[in-house]
Structure formats: structure tokens, C-alpha cells
């Protein structure tokens, strides 16, 4: 499918939209810092070529400074294309009566702290979900390492407010999960050790109304945990839609 949101310019950055293989290769180079390391080669799979890819380019030096991949499913029918799918029972969201949107290896320039990347970032996935009419948004948000102890609190404070709707919840498929719902039900979770151990990424999800899976997947590939996330756009706050907007035009 031909995109045309066409590109976005905000301050001294720009971002857009492509499928051009040396721009997906830009993409893997830039990601291989952030996901494994250069060591292990370029961070790519086979779902790189089956997504559309954002690049976010400072205008001032012309570098890469964030990026993500995104994969457009016009119904739950084709929810087993996607990444999420390899680790994930995704049965029951097989009847959202939606199109959704796969988003993964979202990654910014370890040490830019500019909150203008961060910005232009969802502005112009913004503007793609208001075009194409997206109900979903979902992705695997990753802890670092492949040990729930030091994200012992943040487990806690998504098993008792943020789980997923029943309808909606998947379920396990991968071979090594950490069934946090269960092993922390009778745990409080301290709000302030909660918020600093969570993901900034998955906070943000959080944030606009997001639900996460009751179990994490250890991926000892990635060396990293991650949770099935649902961002419903129906469910976004109203206040954080305008702003979003506002970005986006």
C-alpha cells in the first residue's frame, strides 16, 4: 500500500515513511545500537519487509535520531502476519472490529533527551491512525535483561491496574513466560519504584490508556523481556488526543 501522509517537519527535525531498502537498511544499522549491539550484525528479521519504516533525521546534521516499523492490519484476520503473533495467543483478538497497527523496534539516539524526537514520533503515527481509521495500536514492549527482579514493583503495578480486557487478553504461546498476573496477586506495588523501573516508551502507552498481557516472554535472542501492550484509540484520553493532533497537523 502507497502511504501518502506525506513528511513532517517540527523544528530541526524531520520524519517520514518508507519502504526504499537503503532506508530499511538505515533503519537495521541504526537499531543494531540499541537492540544487541553491532557485534551481533544488523538488527533485522524477516518482518522488516513486510512493514513500513520511520525514520526521524535531524535536518541540522542530517543523522538518523529515532525509528520505528509499523504494520498496517485492516482486521483481526491477518493478526498471525504480525511480530507480535510469533510469542502471543492472539485468538481472541481476532473479532476487533477495527484495522490495527503493529508498532515495533521503536528505538531513540541513546543520550538525545530533545522531547521534540519523542514528539514528532507519535505526530506522525497521529496522523496515519486518523487516516486510515486505526482502532488499535499494539506492540511487545521490551525490559532489558531476562529477569523480572528488577522490575519486580513495575510487574506489580501493571498486574493490578493495567491488565488487558478479558475479551481482548492473550494468551501464551511462547516456550518461557513469566506469569507475573499470578506470581504477584497478592503483591502492592510501590508506586514511585514502579514508575522508575517501567519503560519510558511503555509509560507513554500507559499514559493514553494502554493495557498490557498477563505474562512477559523471555527472549533470551534480544536477551529481554516484553509484554503484549493495546493502546485503543477510542480509550485515549481527550485532552492527550488534542495535543497529539495539534502535533500532527
Known amino acids: 500500500m502507497n502511504y501518502q501522509t506525506g513528511q513532517l517537519v517540527k523544528g530541526r527535525y524531520s520524519a517520514r515513511i518508507t519502504g526504499a531498502m537503503e532506508d530499511i537498511i538505515a533503519a537495521q544499522e541504526f537499531r543494531s545500537a540499541h537492540f544487541g549491539g553491532p557485534e551481533q550484525g544488523l538488527d533485522g528479521d524477516r518482518f ?15 543523522r538518523i535520531v529515532a525509528c520505528y516499523r509499523f504494520l498496517h492490519l485492516p482486521d483481526g484476520q491477518a493478526l498471525e502476519t504480525s511480530y507480535a503473533a510469533q510469542f502471543y495467543d492472539l485468538k481472541r483478538l481476532q473479532t476487533y472490529p477495527d484495522p490495527m ?12 533527551n530533545d522531547p521534540d524526537v ?31 527482579a528488577p522490575y519486580r514493583a513495575g510487574f506489580a503495578l501493571l498486574k493490578h491496574r493495567y491488565l488487558a480486557p478479558e475479551r481482548w487478553r492473550p494468551m501464551p504461546r511462547a516456550a518461557e513466560v513469566i506469569n507475573y498476573a499470578v506470581d504477584l496477586a497478592d503483591e502492592k506495588p510501590d508506586l514511585k519504584q514502579a514508575n522508575a523501573c517501567l519503560p519510558s516508551l511503555l509509560r507513554s502507552y500507559l499514559a493514553m490508556g494502554g493495557w498490557v498481557s498477563d505474562h512477559a516472554v523471555v527472549d533470551r535472542q534480544l536477551g529481554t523481556l516484553h509484554v503484549f501492550t493495546g493502546v485503543e484509540i477510542a480509550a485515549i484520553p481527550a485532552a ?9 497537523a
Not at 104 to 110: H, N, P, S
Open 48 to 62: 522488516d519487509n513486510l512493514c513500513r519504516h520511520v525514520l526521524v533525521e535531524d535536518l541540522q546534521t542530517g
Open 101 to 112: 497497527l503493529e508498532i515495533g523496534r521503536f528505538c531513540i539516539d541513546r543520550g538525545l
Open 118 to 148: 519523542l514528539r514528532i514520533c507519535w505526530a506522525l503515527l497521529t496522523r496515519f491512525v486518523d487516516q486510515y481509521g486505526i482502532g488499535l495500536m499494539f506492540g511487545c514492549t521490551s525490559f532489558s535483561g531476562t529477569q523480572m
Open 240 to 248: 492527550r488526543k488534542r495535543f497529539l493532533r495539534a502535533d500532527a
